[in-house]
């Protein structure tokens, strides 16, 4: 995903993978606002935050707020799942790896094989 040359994108099984993990890292910062843990997120780095909102003013000429909102979605796992605006994410384009897994996994790795699944990942 460091190739500054290819884009990469997900495949739905991918896009399940990676929803499991924000979740349980979302749960995980969840919990920890609701008993008041002080330090609540323990996936902020600062300084990392802070270095990524730099160079995106500096080198891409984003405003502060538009910055700290792309830091935020590249940073913290509590802001990558998909939102209301499809188009903010950064990461998933839909969320049709949930249609193929609701029935549980066995059955999503069948749809997954299947005719819509080739479409989906066209």
């Known amino acids: 995903m460091e190739d500054k ?3 990469y994108t997900f495949d739905v099984f991918e896009e399940l993978l990676f ?3 924000i979740m349980s890292a979302k ?3 969840d919990f920890r606002r609701e008993v008041g843990y002080k ?5 902020i780095n600062r300084k990392q935050a802070m270095a990524v909102v730099n160079e995106l003013m500096a080198r891409f000429g984003y405003s502060d707020r538009e910055a700290k909102q792309a830091a935020n ?9 998909l939102s ?3 188009d903010d994410n950064l990461f998933f ?3 049709d790896y949930a249609f193929f897994f609701e029935k549980g996994f066995i059955e999503g790795i069948n ?3 299947s005719l819509p699944a080739a479409a989906a990942n066209a």
């Open 73 to 81: 979605e590249v940073l913290r796992f509590d802001k990558m799942l």
């Open 19 to 21: 929803a499991i993990s």
């Open 27 to 29: 749960d995980e910062v």
């Open 111 to 113: 749809r997954l094989k």
């Open 84 to 86: 209301d605006d499809e």
């Open 39 to 43: 330090k609540k997120n323990p996936y």
């Open 93 to 95: 384009w839909d969320d």
């Open 5 to 7: 040359e290819k884009v």
